[in-house]
């Protein structure tokens, strides 16, 4: 039996909306200038996307300014270190986006002369672009005609739809609904769309007497639609636990190294920890130092609690092979995750 009614979205009502109220963002064409012929430009809308996974707009438009300046083209991108790309991304998250992304610059300049392919099928060809990503990137600058859902589009669909279900027991039917009614203006309409979910039909508010969707939202009629979607069952998140020891020379100079280049955190800064596991272990310092003890600090990550014991100890700064001695005053500039940022703030050391 079907999840939901697969009535029809009425298109023209939300890019007649979009029209009026899309949001001016850095990587945009706006629906006027679209309108004139301005074509997106791929490499922006590519790296919009993968910044904008599990991260929001607000957050994501002072690092593509950055990543913009440095790199204008993915020819300038695919011949940047990866550590320079590393250290910009820090504090994003989900630092493997920032690998997959050096490497599909370097992919798109090595395989495609610079150019990227024009379908969501030839960008999923490349390293890191997944079947939402290469669908939003077709679709926006190529308008082909492909449902591009994301978070926003999911609680936009869940009320539309009424959707009685967590969205991901529903989502192969959202999917089918929503690419039965792209138009033409397949970019556009997937635009206006995320725009909807997050100005009208945002997480904690739905403002329904101003959406396009309104009269047809089923949502709307059970006089609230905040119950939509419905949220899945969720088990208590585990914890890990672990010390960090920041370690600094007589002139103040901040030791740290690299994490390997795979897993979590993968290629980037951080200060010396030990284990990270279900119970604490006895501290084993690395080096011998009066350390003291700064307290815990506590980071989410997306499938674990990270309890880190804080210590501290000034250190002679020979006998340390593996990292580097950092002044203070380029902390800042360094390629480390908000996790070790929290970890030198506790020490004093922000």
């Known amino acids: ?166 969205v991901r027991d529903a989502k192969d039917e959202l999917r089918a609904a929503l690419q039965a009614n792209v138009p033409g203006r397949a970019g556009d309409f997937a635009q206006a769309m995320m725009d909807l979910g997050a100005t009208i039909c945002a997480p904690r508010v739905a403002s329904c007497l101003i959406c396009p969707l309104q009269p047809d939202c089923l949502g709307t009629r059970t006089g609230d639609p905040t119950m939509f979607p419905v949220k899945p069952e969720r088990g208590e998140r585990p914890v890990r636990r672990g010390h960090a020891f920041v370690m600094t020379d007589a002139g103040g100079d901040v030791y740290l190294q690299s994490r390997p280049g795979k897993g979590l955190l993968g290629g980037m800064t951080e200060v010396p920890t030990s284990e990270w596991a279900t119970d604490l272990s006895e501290v084993a310092y690395p080096v011998a130092g009066n350390w003291r003890h700064h307290g815990q600090v506590v980071h989410i990550f997306t499938h674990f609690r990270l309890e880190l014991e804080v210590w501290s100890s000034e250190v002679p700064a020979d006998g340390l092979a593996n990292g580097w001695w950092s002044p203070r005053s380029a902390l800042k500039g360094e390629a480390l995750p908000t996790l070790f940022r929290k970890v030198l703030a506790q020490a004093g050391l922000d």
Request: proline share 7%.
């Open 1 to 166: 039996m079907p999840l939901i009614d697969p009535h029809p979205i009425n298109a023209a009502a939300v890019l007649a909306w979009y029209d009026r109220h899309a949001r001016d963002l850095p990587w945009r064409v706006s629906p006027a200038d679209r309108a004139k012929g301005v074509s997106p430009d791929p490499y922006r809308v590519w790296l919009s996307e993968v910044m904008l996974q599990q991260t929001t707009v607000a957050a994501v438009q002072k690092y593509f300014l950055r990543f913009t300046q440095l790199w204008p083209t993915v020819f300038d991108l695919a011949a940047a270190p990866l550590d320079a790309v590393l250290r910009e991304w820090a504090g994003l998250g989900y630092y493997a986006r920032a690998r997959n992304l050096h490497a599909c610059a370097i992919a798109v300049v090595e395989r495609h002369s610079g150019i990227f392919p024009k379908t969501s099928e030839g960008l999923q060809s490349l390293p890191g672009i997944g079947a939402y990503t290469s669908a939003a990137i077709a679709a926006i600058c190529f308008d082909e005609r492909i449902a591009v859902l994301d978070g926003n589009l999911d609680r936009v669909l869940a009320r539309y739809y009424r959707l009685d279900v967590p």
